[in-house]
């Protein structure tokens, strides 16, 4: 998964019901905006608000619609849903699977560690890890990532820990091993390129692919350029994540056009005020 891809938001009707012919319009939206790759059941895609069917079908249609691979979450806090999720996903076409550390118990390095290796080794898919400590509550550190690494069926890792150093921490150790680094924020992708990572699963992707793959592209080439521009989209990065949320992002899609559909509930829209800080943000896309 070299490059840029969206965590894919989902769409859904005003009403709740997941909007197939939006996201079908969508896949194609952000492609033709320079995605590398479709991340589809990912956290900004409000995964764990959709059944286990819905989340088959999503990966089902961005499949179908793709012409870039496609990374599908499969991750559940138990080892038998992961699993289940993941041979769904791969009877659907879908080419990796991105797995979220187990969350709601808390459990130790030594046990993910194991659990893991358990999905590893049953999985029909590759294997991408994925720490998103500010919503589990759960970091896989370096030090475990490094020992994962050696699995030959997990080939990389999404770190949306946002923490730049322990990103250099798990590029350095994972540099002989063939895998992965790839960032989850959209706020230090050229940063984490500088480290050696792979690419990134952003959410600024579906709200501003192009710029994700110009800022992707130019660091081949002039990673100071890189920096500086994406230095330029920190505020909006923010934003979209940390301010105002899923309910932010797919209000500010809508606005600049992408068929981004509304949130599920317990969601709740944005309010005027919202509207108005996103509008100055997105004015120069």
């Known amino acids: 998964m070299d490059g840029v891809g969206p965590p894919l938001v989902t769409p859904f009707t005003q009403e709740g019901d997941l909007d197939e012919p939006a996201l079908r319009e969508l896949v194609g939206w952000v492609e033709q905006r320079g995605v590398d790759f479709h991340v589809p059941c990912g956290s900004n895609s409000e995964a764990e608000l959709m059944t286990s069917t819905e989340r088959t079908r999503v990966i089902e249609i961005v499949v179908e619609e793709a012409s870039v691979p496609v990374l599908a979450g499969t991750g559940s806090p138990g080892l038998r849903e992961t699993l289940e999720a993941t041979e769904a996903a791969a009877a659907v076409g879908a080419d990796a699977a991105l797995v979220v550390t187990p969350f709601y118990f808390n459990h130790d390095q030594s046990t993910l560690e194991t659990y893991y290796r358990a999905v590893a080794d049953a999985a029909p898919l590759p294997v991408y890890l994925y720490s998103v400590p500010g919503y589990t509550d759960v970091r896989l550190q370096p030090e475990t990532v490094e020992?994962?690494?050696?699995?030959?069926?997990?080939?990389g890792m999404k770190d949306s820990s946002g923490d730049v150093a322990e990103f250099i921490r798990l590029a350095?150790?994972?540099?002989?091993?063939?895998?992965?680094?790839?960032?989850?924020?959209?706020?230090?992708?050229?940063?984490?390129?500088?480290?050696?990572?792979?690419?990134?699963?952003?959410?600024?992707?579906?709200i501003a692919p192009a710029v994700c793959s110009e800022i992707f592209q130019l660091h081949q080439e002039d990673p100071e350029a890189a920096r500086e521009l994406n230095a330029g989209f920190v505020e909006l990065n923010r934003a979209i994540t940390a301010t105002y949320g899923i309910a932010g992002l797919k209000w500010a899609m809508r606005a600049r056009g992408a068929p981004a559909g509304h949130v599920r509930s317990p969601h709740q829209p944005i309010d005027e005020p919202a509207k108005s800080a996103l509008e100055s943000l997105i004015a120069d896309l």
């Open 147 to 155: 020992k994962l690494a050696t699995h030959d069926n997990i080939v």
């Open 172 to 206: 350095n150790r994972t540099e002989n091993a063939d895998f992965q680094p790839v960032v989850g924020s959209g706020s230090v992708l050229a940063q984490a390129l500088d480290a050696g990572g792979s690419g990134g699963v952003l959410a600024l992707a579906n």
